[in-house]
């Protein structure tokens, strides 16, 4: 089939934006776009209204939630200091067990995150462009009250979607107003953190802790600072491997195409107004 006679679009080059707009002028008939992962930034000048476009969100949701628990216990339970030292340390660490934990993004992630949690009897406070009840959190604010939920976690996680406005939505004065033994997680987007501002907050002591799977820049440069500080942790951008993705996502492609063939409703709608 040639593309001037499809309706419908799966587009896997998640890079290659300007090449998703060729093809959209050569096939202005198009109704429906598939786009590959759950972060569609820069895909966004592309989206319009006369098309149902739909990404890969949810689809990493169970892997990245394992991540994050896993930065989680490696950071309040001190792990990741132990595995760097080469001698009998003082004790460190504090209890996952009742902590405060603060999760940015309300999607796929957060929820499964929620369900991990559960047996820790964390207190978990949601923040979402879109205040609504979650089944496990205790409460879910607007983004506008972002600094009134940090200042007293004990994690704060950032699995929510880069946009204008959550562009380094954690900097110097986000860390001042941070308890001194905090952890930062961030599975979302590097850009979501100003990184200059986030060595300062480890360095000085400001927060305890960071972990990392997504940096600004990225890949993270090997003379970067945040290699060096002995209270981060950085992945390569892992919390779904290529042996997880690939599965996951191609699942989710042969859903859409069967349902978009069937005239059901697809899964992973993007919002063209929010950008995600």
Same mark, same amino acid.
């Given at each position: 089939?040639?593309?001037?006679?499809?309706?419908?679009?799966?587009?896997? /080059?998640?890079?290659? !934006?300007?090449?998703?707009? $060729?093809?959209?002028?050569?096939?202005?008939?198009?109704?429906?776009?598939?786009?590959?992962?759950?972060?569609?930034?820069?895909?966004?000048? !592309?989206?319009?209204?006369?098309?149902?476009?739909?990404?890969?969100?949810?689809?990493?949701? $169970? %892997?990245?939630?394992?991540?994050?628990?896993?930065?989680?216990? =490696? &950071?309040?339970?001190?792990?990741?200091?132990? /595995?760097?030292?080469?001698?009998?340390?003082?004790?460190?660490?504090?209890?996952?067990?009742?902590?405060?934990?603060?999760?940015?993004? &309300?999607?796929?992630?957060?929820?499964?995150?929620?369900?991990?949690?559960?047996?820790?009897?964390?207190?978990?406070?949601?923040?979402? /462009?879109?205040?609504?009840?979650?089944? &496990?959190?205790?409460?879910?604010?607007?983004?506008?009250?972002?600094?009134?939920?940090?200042?007293?976690?004990?994690?704060?996680?950032?699995?929510?979607?880069?946009?204008?406005?959550? $562009?380094?939505?954690?900097?110097?004065?986000?860390?001042?107003?941070?308890?001194?033994?905090?952890?930062?997680?961030?599975?979302?987007? =590097?850009?979501?953190?100003?990184?200059?501002?986030?060595?300062? !907050?480890?360095?000085?002591?400001?927060?305890?802790?960071?972990?990392?799977?997504?940096?600004? %820049? $990225?890949?993270?440069?090997?003379?970067? %600072?945040?290699?060096?500080?002995?209270?981060?942790?950085?992945? %390569?951008?892992?919390?779904?491997?290529?042996?997880? /993705?690939?599965?996951?996502?191609?699942?989710?492609?042969?859903?859409?195409?069967?349902?978009?063939?069937? &005239?059901?409703?697809?899964?992973?709608?993007?919002?063209?107004?929010?950008?995600?």
């Amino acid at each position: 089939m040639r593309v001037e006679d499809a309706s419908g679009l799966v587009w896997g /080059a998640a890079h290659d !934006a300007a090449g998703l707009r $060729e093809w959209l002028a050569r096939a202005p008939q198009l109704e429906w776009v598939q786009l590959p992962f759950a972060g569609i930034e820069n895909f966004v000048p !592309a989206l319009d209204d006369r098309r149902t476009w739909t990404s890969g969100k949810g689809v990493y949701a $169970e %892997p990245v939630a394992e991540l994050c628990l896993a930065f989680l216990l =490696g &950071g309040l339970r001190h792990v990741v200091g132990y /595995a760097r030292t080469d001698h009998w340390s003082q004790d460190h660490g504090r209890n996952l067990f009742d902590a405060r934990v603060t999760i940015v993004g &309300g999607g796929g992630i957060t929820e499964v995150l929620v369900g991990l949690l559960a047996p820790f009897r964390a207190r978990i406070t949601v923040v979402r /462009a879109r205040v609504a009840p979650m089944i &496990g959190v205790h409460e879910v604010m607007g983004s506008e009250r972002l600094h009134d939920v940090i200042v007293d976690a004990d994690a704060v996680v950032l699995a929510c979607a880069l946009t204008p406005r959550t $562009e380094r939505l954690l900097g110097d004065a986000e860390f001042a107003i941070m308890r001194d033994d905090a952890w930062v997680i961030n599975v979302g987007r =590097g850009r979501l953190i100003d990184t200059d501002a986030l060595v300062r !907050a480890l360095t000085t002591g400001s927060i305890a802790g960071a972990a990392l799977d997504v940096t600004d %820049p $990225e890949p993270l440069p090997a003379d970067h %600072p945040l290699w060096r500080l002995s209270n981060c942790i950085v992945t %390569p951008h892992i919390g779904n491997t290529r042996e997880m /993705a690939v599965p996951l996502l191609s699942a989710r492609v042969r859903e859409n195409c069967r349902r978009w063939i069937a &005239g059901e409703p697809l899964i992973g709608r993007v919002d063209v107004a929010l950008g995600y």
